[in-house]
């Protein structure tokens, strides 16, 4: 079982930072890809950032420059991160951790965190 815990939003005013973490835990073999998504009121959930294994990063048009998607593994568990700065209004979300991974077989599976609030106000 795969297991995905985000943190870090918070209430940030506009302009500054936030740094969401995601640490995946459970029985993962390979991680394939990794992504960031955000879910505002009323609007479907987007893609804000993206990136397969050996290939490089994807970024909507709305966070380009402004944020960016990494991995570390610490602690034996597989830590992935979204680098927020210059945060706008319009980046209030709840923000979903996902990955897709290997697990007990060839498959490769989709798995989602729980989301975290990033409100950013004016």
């Known amino acids: 079982q795969v297991q995905l815990v985000e943190s870090g939003g918070g209430l940030v005013q506009a302009g500054g930072s936030l740094r969401l973490s995601c640490a995946a835990s459970?029985?993962?073999?390979?991680?394939?890809?990794m992504g960031w998504y955000r879910q505002a009121p009323g609007k479907q959930r987007e893609l804000v950032a993206h990136k397969a294994s050996g290939g490089g990063p994807n970024y909507a048009d709305s966070v380009k420059g402004r944020f960016t998607i990494s991995r570390d593994n610490v602690l034996h568990k597989n830590m992935i991160y979204l680098e927020m700065n210059s945060l706008k209004p319009e980046d209030t979300a709840v923000y979903y951790c996902?990955?897709?991974?290997?697990?007990?077989?060839?498959?490769?599976?989709?798995?989602w965190g729980q989301g975290t609030q990033v409100t950013v106000s004016s």
């Open positions: 996902n990955i897709g991974a290997q697990t007990t077989g060839w498959e490769v599976d989709d798995f």
């Open positions: 459970g029985d993962i073999f390979s991680i394939n890809y």
